[in-house]
């Protein structure tokens, strides 16, 4: 019987626009130490490997790992290092549920832990990339950084899946809850993906089709950004490989409201590969004062219900007191500045096709709407729909649009999913075990899948 000593030797420095080394992880594996596993599973896992001021990966006490120990069978490993080491030990973790499994060629290991984490007889790994990462200063944060080994010896070797992009901000007086990133042309960024990585080669990673097509950085409490260029604060995104063929849209959520900058050059982000952009200047629209609208018929709206000091314009702090809105067949055909209503909880914009101050919407923005908890949209020309940050929704409304995938694991609270009459919809993902009182689809289109 035998226990998993890992000794991690870490060499790599990231160095911005070049290739770094890869991280080594010296790894023997010891016969001295039973396995060993109960039925009791743990909770509240939290993996944090982190990069230091040095641009070293270094380890975070309590650390997580999966071990395929030549079977398919997804062990829980724990480092007994402390905070910032960068060499140490990894126990089997007691109260992994014991599977059984089948025979591979090779052990390979998945950082971070995930329970969801598999690998075929092939030895095809399945794993999910965070579409929400979580800040951490001058570094990646908790769990954002996937690491993947394969070795038929005694020895890992951690190679790293993504690549890295630092987005560099500042503002005078300015402070960020959160960042966006979006591809321009909906590239796949979170969400399911396979990796496949051959003894001592490198992984490939392939992104699932009902993949998401953003990342969002989210800080635990807001962080005030450097005043100048020269004191930019820097946010790391962990980015799968990609290119944005049309460049990439960065929207960031704060003080000031919401800003966004975009660039329409092509950029690609490679595998093991740091990437910065030049500094950014946050600053809100409009002299810093009000939402900015792009639909007239939108901003009339707002403006005859929300302007409560009469000066034309709806202010952020306007914004922020509404949580009702209703504008179903008043000729829109787009509701950004939406994004600026943050206390919303219904948002009714759907259409009446015979109506002829009927909606056209063909892209709807609710990802800083967190606090919804009814959307009725259908009737519209929607071709994607996000609502993973719309965690308190209970009622969504989104038939007779063109979805083509829906996923709603995140809406563990939803009571009500009416997204029948979407011809092309295939696949409507619930999280496993998720049930919804009333629920309308087109059984002979769309397909019921699970995700963990």
């Not at 490993?77 to 499994?101: L, Q």
């Amino acid at each position: 019987m035998k226990r998993f000593a890992l000794y991690l030797g870490i060499v790599a420095g990231l160095v911005a626009s070049c290739s770094t080394k890869e991280i080594d992880f010296q790894t023997p594996i010891q016969d001295d130490v039973v396995f060993y596993a109960s039925f009791e599973r743990p909770s509240d896992i939290d993996t944090r490997v982190y990069a230091d001021e040095d641009l070293l990966l270094r380890w975070t006490g309590d650390d997580r790992v999966s071990i395929f120990d030549k079977n398919t069978r997804n062990q829980q490993y724990r480092f007994t290092g402390e905070t910032g080491d960068n060499a140490g030990g990894f126990d089997k973790v007691a109260g992994s549920e014991f599977t059984t499994g089948y025979a591979i060629s090779h052990i390979v290991s998945v950082y971070p832990y995930q329970e969801s984490t598999m690998i075929s007889k092939s030895e095809t790994i399945t794993i999910t990339l965070p579409a929400e990462q979580h800040y951490a200063e001058n570094s990646f944060g908790p769990g954002a950084n996937t690491m993947v080994s394969v070795t038929s010896n005694n020895f890992l070797q951690y190679k790293n899946v993504c690549g890295y992009l630092v987005v560099k901000l500042y503002g005078d007086g300015v402070s960020v809850s959160s960042i966006s990133l979006r591809g321009n042309n909906g590239e796949k960024l979170a969400g399911k993906a396979t990796v496949t990585m051959p003894q001592e080669g490198v992984p490939t990673t392939t992104m699932a089709s009902d993949a998401t097509s953003e990342i969002t950085l989210t800080c635990a409490t807001p962080v005030q950004l450097g005043a100048t260029a020269e004191e930019s604060t820097l946010f790391w995104f962990v980015v799968p490989p990609v290119t944005f063929s049309k460049g990439f849209t960065i929207t960031v959520s704060g003080n000031g409201g919401v800003f966004e900058k975009t660039t329409a050059k092509t950029v690609t982000i490679k595998r093991n590969n740091l990437s910065r952009i030049s500094p950014i200047e946050v600053v809100s629209d409009h002299d810093s004062s009000f939402v900015q609208f792009e639909d007239g018929n939108f901003k009339a709206y707002c403006v005859e219900n929300f302007d409560s000091d009469g000066d034309g314009e709806v202010s952020y702090a306007e914004a922020k007191v509404v949580t009702h809105i209703d504008v179903c067949n008043k000729g829109i055909s787009s509701l950004k500045g939406i994004e600026s209503f943050t206390n919303l909880t219904y948002l009714a914009c759907f259409s009446n096709p015979f109506n002829s101050s009927s909606n056209q919407l063909t892209s709807l923005d609710v990802s800083q709407n967190t606090a919804l908890t009814v959307l009725k949209c259908y009737s519209n020309q929607l071709t994607s729909l996000d609502v993973r940050r719309c965690t308190a929704l209970k009622e969504l409304w989104c038939s007779s649009n063109q979805l083509t995938s829906l996923d709603v694991s995140h809406n563990t609270a939803l009571e009500l999913l009416y997204c029948n009459s979407n011809p092309k919809l295939r696949e409507i993902w619930l999280k496993t075990g998720q049930t919804i009182r009333d629920f309308v689809y087109d059984t002979g289109v769309a397909t019921i899948k699970y995700k963990d």
